[in-house]
């Protein structure tokens, strides 16, 4: 079956700090893997996906880079952190065709300071 | 543009009981697919069940039926039996056009409370 994890669980980083959250994917190949961003008490706003290795597609302009250097990897990161960046982000992996569900990761609580 | 309308903020329910969670939707793509997920204090979402824009029938999963009326464009996820662990957020989701990806786009979610 199919397991994504997320590291860190939680992150408190001061602003202008440098940012690497981690997604791996395992059980699955080829997988369509997304990064959404949850403010609090808020919907999911997605960041960036990505259909394959080193093809990464940015949905907001803002100061965060995706990169995938594996099949199942997808790295989220930023140079300098602003107070802005502080929420929830949520890795997410689905298939083309079908229902096209997406199956998403525990989290990484980010509070930039 | 597509978008996700959940208008209810908070919802609660005595154990055992049904609830109607409501979700309407707008979109001009002929296909799509709606999806609820539940997001519990945990932060985790988990995927309940999905309805695709060509069914002709009620998706159902175990406790949880989706009440898919496409002329009116709602949604709406019913959990029948309430139970305390179903206390949590619920989101509605749609996918968006195709294309080569599947983006999804969330309303604002409903926080549901089990009493018990």
């Known amino acids: 079956s199919q397991t994504i994890h997320q590291w860190p669980a939680t992150l408190v980083q001061p602003v202008g700090s440098p940012l690497s959250l981690e997604c791996t994917v395992e059980?699955?190949?080829?997988?369509?893997l997304y990064w959404y961003r949850q403010a609090a008490g808020r919907g999911l706003q997605l960041l960036f996906y990505?259909?394959?290795?080193?093809?990464i597609s940015s949905e907001v302009p803002q100061n965060l880079s995706a990169s995938r250097p594996q099949d199942r990897q997808f790295i989220l990161s930023s140079k300098k952190l602003l107070l802005s960046d502080s929420g929830f982000y949520l890795c997410?992996?689905?298939?083309?065709?079908?229902?096209?569900?997406?199956?998403f990761g525990p989290g990484t609580r980010l509070t930039v300071l | 543009a597509q978008k996700i309308t959940q208008t209810q903020p908070g919802m609660f329910v005595q154990e055992k009981e049904a609830v109607t969670l409501d979700c309407t939707y707008d979109?001009?793509?002929?296909?799509?697919?709606l999806f609820w997920y539940k997001q519990p204090s945990s932060g985790e979402m988990i995927f309940l069940i999905y309805?695709?824009?060509?069914?002709?029938q009620n998706a159902t999963e175990g406790r949880y039926s989706l009440n898919f009326q496409k002329a009116r464009k709602s949604a709406n996820l019913v959990i029948s039996a309430s139970q305390l662990g179903d206390s949590a957020m619920y989101f509605c989701?749609?996918?968006?056009?195709?294309?080569?990806?599947?983006?999804?786009?969330f309303g604002a979610g409903t926080r549901l409370a089990v009493h018990p």
């Open positions: 979109t001009s793509d002929p296909s799509y697919g």
């Open positions: 990505s259909v394959g290795i080193g093809q």
């Open positions: 059980g699955t190949s080829n997988p369509n």
């Open positions: 997410a992996w689905g298939t083309s065709g079908g229902t096209d569900t997406q199956y």
């Open positions: 989701a749609m996918r968006g056009p195709s294309g080569g990806y599947n983006k999804l786009i």
């Open positions: 309805q695709g824009s060509y069914d002709q």
